[in-house]
C-alpha cells in the first residue's frame, strides 16, 4: 500500500555531513511514527531516530547532539541530518514509516536502505 524510498546516503570524511531524506507514497491513512534505523556489517539493525507526528523526538544515546531528524507531514517525508560524522556511523540506513486507520490497523513499511560510509 505505501512505497518508502529513502535517498541521501554517500561517502564522507570523518567529521563531515550527510542528510539523508525519506519519502513516503501510496494508499496513506494516517503517517504516525517515522524514523531511521541503520544495519552495520555483522551487527543487528539498531534504531538511530524517530520523530512522532507531533514532533517528539528520541535519538540512539550514540547520535546524541550529532544527528537531528526533522520532518515534514505534508510531504510525508522524514530527513536526517547527520553531523561530526565517525566511521562508527557507516552503516545502511533504513527508514521506517508507521501508517494508522484508527480503529481498523497499523502498518509498518521500510525502505530499500541507504548506504553511508564515513571514511576516517
Known amino acids: 500500500q505505501v512505497q518508502v524510498v529513502e535517498s541521501g546516503g554517500g561517502l564522507v570524511q570523518a567529521g563531515g555531513s550527510l542528510r539523508l531524506s525519506c519519502s513516503a507514497s501510496?494508499?496513506?491513512?494516517?503517517?504516525?511514527?517515522m524514523g531511521w534505523y541503520r544495519q552495520a556489517p555483522g551487527k543487528q539493525r539498531e534504531l538511530v531516530a524517530t520523530i512522532t507526528s507531533g514532533g517528539s523526538t528520541n535519538y540512539a544515546d550514540s547520535v546524541k547532539g550529532r544527528f537531528a531528524i526533522s520532518r515534514d507531514n505534508a510531504k510525508n517525508t522524514v530527513y536526517l541530518q547527520m553531523n561530526s560524522l565517525k566511521p562508527e556511523d557507516t552503516a545502511v540506513y533504513y527508514c521506517n514509516v508507521r501508517d494508522q486507520r484508527m480503529g481498523v490497523g497499523t502498518w509498518n513499511y521500510w525502505g530499500q536502505g541507504t548506504q553511508v560510509t564515513v571514511s576516517s
Open positions: 501510496g494508499s496513506i491513512f494516517s503517517i504516525n511514527t
